[in-house]
């Protein structure tokens, strides 16, 4: 038995994932047609103060990924990790 496990875990390891641009861009596009679903459901009003069992709205949650994706091409791009300033204060790396 140990044999066929030495060679199934050989063969999984060797089959690495790679994203390629054209997966990434396909990625983010349908993440993108997602939010602007969103969006689009909600009346204006709704977007920004819409709560749920006392989750924050979709307008904070948004707000947080542009502050992260920010902060995340500034460390890929450059190298620079810095903190992310949410509604409730710092994120330190």
Not at 1 to 11: F, L, S, V
Not at 43 to 70: C, Q, T, Y
């Amino acid at each position: 038995m140990q044999g066929i496990e030495a060679t199934n875990m050989a063969t999984a390891m060797a089959e690495v994932g790679v994203v390629t641009a054209t997966d990434l861009l396909k990625n983010w596009q349908g993440h993108r047609r997602l939010t602007r679903r969103v969006i689009e459901a909600f009346p204006e009003d709704k977007l920004f103060g819409f709560s749920v069992g006392g989750m924050r709205p979709f307008a904070d949650l948004a707000w947080e990924f542009i502050r992260m994706a920010g902060a995340d091409c500034g460390g890929r791009g450059f190298g620079e990790v810095a903190g992310v300033q949410g509604p409730e204060g710092n994120y330190e790396k």
